[in-house]
């Protein structure tokens, strides 16, 4: 089954509470963390996701586009993340399995993130102990980007990793996620997509979530 996560990137912030009860037909809430230091672009940070923990039961899947993400790992638990992504490119690689050792200390969904830059091969090392792979169709930090093609060659090896090492492993994309690019990452293999853009900025984010879970129904 595909799994549909708004990104509250694309929300009006100033309505934020309003903007997450908009999008509550969805699978997951979507949160990008960014530190304005591995990515160029500051968003929020723990405070703001215990706020959105106490309004809304939503699986929080809270996507950390920091540095030595370690640093934060318990923060973040403890404010209520569901599942928590860090970027192999943030932190060696002691540091991200020592991240990763935090949250199943924490008992939280465990996952690992690749930029556009990496090979997919760098999951490898990690892979068994993920239940999640995220590929960024963009590259990370704003929001609205236009869609990597050339993505869809990571996804589909990341997908074959899943099937040989761990079959229960989710595999999530991000970036330039719409109806029609939805129905290829998917075919590609992913199972779980972030929109941001195409939720929030049409009229309907209900309807564009349905819109979303059809072109899924098509693969």
């Not at 708004?6 to 309505?15: H, K, Q, V, Y």
């Not at 999008?23 to 940070?45: K, Q, R, Y």
């Not at 039961?57 to 638990?77: N, Q, S, T």
């Not at 236009?146 to 090492?165: C, G, N, P, W």
């Amino acid at each position: 089954m595909v799994k549909i996560a708004p990104s509250i990137l694309a929300a009006d912030f100033c309505n934020l509470e309003r903007d997450i009860r908009r999008v509550e037909s969805a699978d997951w809430l979507h949160v990008d963390v960014m530190d304005g230091a591995f990515v160029p672009n500051i968003t929020v940070g723990v405070p703001v996701v215990a706020s959105i923990r106490r309004r809304t039961e939503m699986f929080l899947d809270v996507h950390l586009m920091v540095e030595k993400p370690v640093r934060f790992i318990d923060a973040f638990c403890e404010a209520g993340a569901d599942l928590l992504s860090v970027h192999l490119e943030a932190d060696h690689p002691t540091g991200i399995q020592a991240a990763l050792d935090r949250m199943e200390a924490h008992g939280v969904k465990k996952a690992v993130a690749l930029r556009p830059i990496t090979d997919p091969r760098a999951v490898l090392p990690y892979l068994e102990r993920l239940d999640m792979v995220l590929v960024m169709t963009v590259e990370p930090g704003f929001g609205g980007q236009k869609f990597m093609d050339s993505q869809l060659d990571t996804v589909r090896a990341v997908r074959e990793y899943i099937e040989k090492y761990n079959p229960a492993c989710d595999l999530e994309v991000d970036g330039g996620v719409d109806p029609v690019t939805a129905e290829r990452l998917i075919e590609a293999g992913a199972n779980v997509l972030v929109a941001g853009s195409a939720v929030y900025r049409a009229a309907d984010p209900a309807a564009a979530i349905a819109e979303l879970r059809a072109a899924a129904q098509l693969k």
